[in-house]
């Protein structure tokens, strides 16, 4: 029996205000709606793992305020055992979606950024050698927890994003599987084009599974001398918040399953694709039943 997928990650509150362009420095905009919706990188993913089947346990921080998101995971049937209840606020971001369904985004970290060398050590010594874990960039201690995750022998997942200086100080090369955008791979490549990126990463990091994600060029997947290409799914955008997430956990449920790449990146390109047709972050994700009527 496969043991969870750990998703060590960010719970946030998202404030999200349709606007009709980014505000301009100096400029009072009002917005032309507001929503609250479920959000964070980490409850995102295990929000999508969890709708693409996998089964995935959450640890984390959230405050008092975010009660509504452990019930929400509790619902989506992530395992929220490794959950702790901080006394300061949950995290937020405060989410403009463009008419053209760009987003920009200003995170407060809160509880995410108490998570301490306790939680983190609590939750490892429940964590078997060989479990995958998942990680993103929202929450404090990184660094830590990376090194104490390799010392347990787990296979190491990263999502790197937001990006930041703090990524690029991880052993990547003990990863697993390195998940990335453009503007990701180009700060751990120092290269802009796709090409130069995968060239230059397998280069740094040689064992280590490539996935970088291109928006309307689609996918390309590198280990070794193997490289598989996905074209992205031709969609009308109105909302992109969470695509990335989106795309995340329904390749890493499907991989974790031992599916083929070229099927991983099939099915995370579809259920991305619909997101992208929706609004919010999490509330955007598919069911799995979903995929199969959209190609
Ligand atoms: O990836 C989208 C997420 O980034 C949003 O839900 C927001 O909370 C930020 O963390």
Same mark, same amino acid.
């Given at each position: 029996m496969s043991l969870p997928i750990i998703n060590f990650g960010s719970c946030c509150i998202d404030h999200v205000y349709a606007v009709d362009h980014?505000?301009?420095? #100096?400029? %009072? *905009?009002?917005? %032309?709606? $507001?929503?609250?919706?479920? #959000?964070?990188?980490?409850?995102?993913? @295990?929000?999508?793992?969890?709708?693409? #089947?996998?089964? &995935?346990?959450?640890?984390?921080r959230i405050g008092q305020d975010g009660q509504w998101l452990k019930t929400l995971l509790d619902d989506?049937?992530?395992? !929220?055992?490794l959950l702790l209840i901080d006394d300061g606020p949950t995290g937020h971001a405060n989410i403009q979606v463009s008419s053209a369904g760009e987003n920009a985004i200003v995170l407060f970290g809160g509880a995410n950024r108490n998570i301490n060398r306790e939680d983190i050590d609590r939750v490892l010594s429940q964590a078997a050698p060989g479990q995958l874990m998942l990680l993103?960039?929202?929450? @404090?201690?990184?660094? $830590?927890?990376?090194?104490?995750?390799?010392? %347990?022998?787990?296979?190491? &997942?990263?999502?790197?994003?937001?990006? @930041?200086?703090?990524?690029?100080?991880?052993?990547?090369?003990?990863?697993?599987? *390195?998940?990335?955008?453009?503007?990701? #791979?180009?700060?751990?490549?120092?290269?802009?084009?796709?090409?130069?990126?995968?060239?230059?990463?397998?280069?740094?990091?040689?064992? %280590?599974? *490539?996935?970088? !994600?291109?928006?309307?060029?689609?996918? &390309?997947?590198?280990h070794g001398d193997t490289q598989v290409t996905q074209e992205a799914a031709s969609v009308e955008v109105k909302d992109s918040t969470g695509a990335g997430d989106t795309f995340t956990g329904y390749f890493l449920a499907n991989y974790s399953r031992d599916d083929s790449i070229e099927h991983c990146l099939r099915k995370a390109t579809l259920a991305a694709g619909i997101s992208v047709t929706r609004k919010g972050a999490a509330s955007s994700i598919p069911e799995a039943g979903e995929l199969d009527n959209a190609g």
């Open positions: 980014f505000v301009n420095p #100096g400029e %009072t *905009l009002p917005c %032309t709606g $507001y929503e609250v919706h479920p #959000g964070g990188k980490g409850l995102n993913q @295990s929000i999508a793992l969890a709708r693409a #089947g996998a089964e &995935v346990l959450h640890a984390g989506e049937g992530v395992g !929220t055992e993103q960039n929202e929450i @404090s201690e990184l660094d $830590y927890l990376v090194d104490k995750a390799i010392e %347990t022998g787990l296979r190491l &997942v990263l999502n790197a994003a937001p990006m @930041s200086d703090n990524i690029k100080r991880l052993p990547l090369e003990q990863f697993e599987l *390195l998940i990335i955008n453009e503007i990701e #791979g180009e700060a751990l490549a120092g290269a802009a084009e796709p090409r130069e990126i995968l060239r230059n990463l397998r280069a740094k990091f040689p064992a %280590t599974r *490539l996935l970088l !994600t291109l928006g309307e060029a689609g996918a &390309v997947y590198q």
